[in-house]
């Protein structure tokens, strides 16, 4: 599967605080998108994964996973969005899990990005801001001037969003394939400002759909190698 890989350079003040990985690959309707963020310095040491899967050219997502590690404190939040149930479905372990009835066409953090990707084709109206249903909040999108941007092929115009609530800010190449070249949020800690250094295309899997590898329990191997002893009296026998 062909993976487009972006490679961020992560700053908060005009210093260096880490790097961001954003991944994107499709198989038929189905996008499959990965951010994974290493943080460093003033903001601290840790690291968070996005997985997505979304419609590939709706953006409705299907399901997100976060895997966060920060300072010491591990956590996971899985959100399923159910059509045929007309559930949501949010999880933040097996004991911890919660319902709620599916009312709009949800996004999730990551297929807002391509949501904005491919606004960045389109005719734009000012006087209609782009309205995007986040679980628990509406994020609306207002477009700010376009502006000359550097980026790892040199000099290129962007189309600059600006999202509320958050105040994030999101430039995306007005040319084909119109990555993201900067994208500006608000953590805990700060303003952390990424900005594109790299991009690639990768040949491997990115999905959220793979099944997990069942771990071998000791009690499973032990089974197992009475199980094969059985087998093999059976056939001396």
């Keep these: 599967m062909a993976v487009e890989v972006c490679q961020y350079r992560l700053t908060s003040r005009g210093r260096p605080v880490g790097s961001q990985t954003l991944s994107r690959s499709e198989r038929g309707r189905v996008a499959f998108l990965e951010a994974r963020l290493l943080l460093q310095g003033s903001l601290g040491h840790g690291s968070v994964v996005q997985s997505s899967r979304a419609h590939a050219s709706r953006h409705v997502s299907q399901q997100f996973r976060e895997e966060t590690e920060l300072r010491g404190d591990q956590r996971q939040f899985d959100v399923r969005f159910d059509t045929q149930q007309g559930l949501v479905i949010a999880s933040r372990g097996r004991s911890d899990q919660a319902t709620m009835p599916y009312l709009l066409p949800y996004r999730d953090p990551l ?17 209609a801001p782009l309205r995007i249903p ?3 909040k509406e994020v609306v999108v207002y477009r700010a001037v376009d502006l000359g941007a550097e980026g790892p092929w040199g000099s290129t115009r962007a189309r600059v969003f600006h999202l ?29 400002e990424a900005t594109l250094v790299r991009s690639d295309v990768e040949e491997r899997m990115a999905t959220l759909d793979a099944p997990e590898e069942p771990r071998e329990t000791p009690a499973r191997r032990r089974s197992r190698r009475r199980g094969r002893r059985r087998r093999t009296k059976r056939s001396q026998g």
């Design 111 to 127: 297929s807002i990005l391509w949501e904005l990707r491919d606004a960045a084709k389109a005719e734009w109206d000012d006087a």
């Design 134 to 136: 986040l679980l628990g």
């Design 164 to 192: 509320h609530p958050g105040g994030s800010v999101v430039a995306v190449d007005l040319e084909p394939p119109h990555r993201i070249l900067r994208l500006v949020q608000r953590v805990a800690d700060g303003v952390v």
